[in-house]
Nanobody, 118 residues
Framework: VQLQASGGGLVQPGGSLTLSCSAP????????MGWYRQAPGEQRELVAR???????NYADSVKGRFTISRDNAKNAVYLQMNSLKFEETAVYYC?????????????WGQGTQVTVSS
């Protein structure tokens, strides 16, 4: 199972960026999709998640600035990031969590670099 993340890049503080991630249709529609990030020397942390039913949760640090959404017809999940801060420079990873009853592990994308710099 391969997740493809894209959309990273260089953005100025206060700017916006949208990340995209696609997953195989065999798992996407049933999976909770997530975005995580990992800064150099730091642990990977949750940014946002969205369930198959569209329920969302966010890290406190991004609430009100980031929006996660999914398009089940396109097997894609997005992360709209606004008002980006220097400290949000990191590699951003998308994830797919199939239903627990399937007995499958979490799947990860390859990561996309987001650099917030002036």
């Amino acid at each position: 199972v391969q997740l493809q993340a894209s959309g990273g890049g260089l953005v100025q503080p206060g700017g916006s960026l949208t990340l995209s991630c696609s997953a195989p249709g065999s798992i996407f529609g049933f999976s909770t999709m997530g975005w995580y990030r990992q800064a150099p020397g730091e642990q990977r942390e949750l940014v946002a998640r969205i369930t198959s039913g569209g329920n969302t949760n966010y890290a406190d640090s991004v609430k009100g600035r980031f929006t996660i959404s999914r398009d089940n017809a396109k097997n894609a999940v997005y992360l709209q990031m606004n008002s980006l801060k220097f400290e949000e420079t990191a590699v951003y990873y998308c994830s797919a969590d199939p239903p627990p009853s399937w007995g499958l592990r979490t799947y990860w994308g390859q990561g996309t670099q987001v650099t917030v710099s002036s």
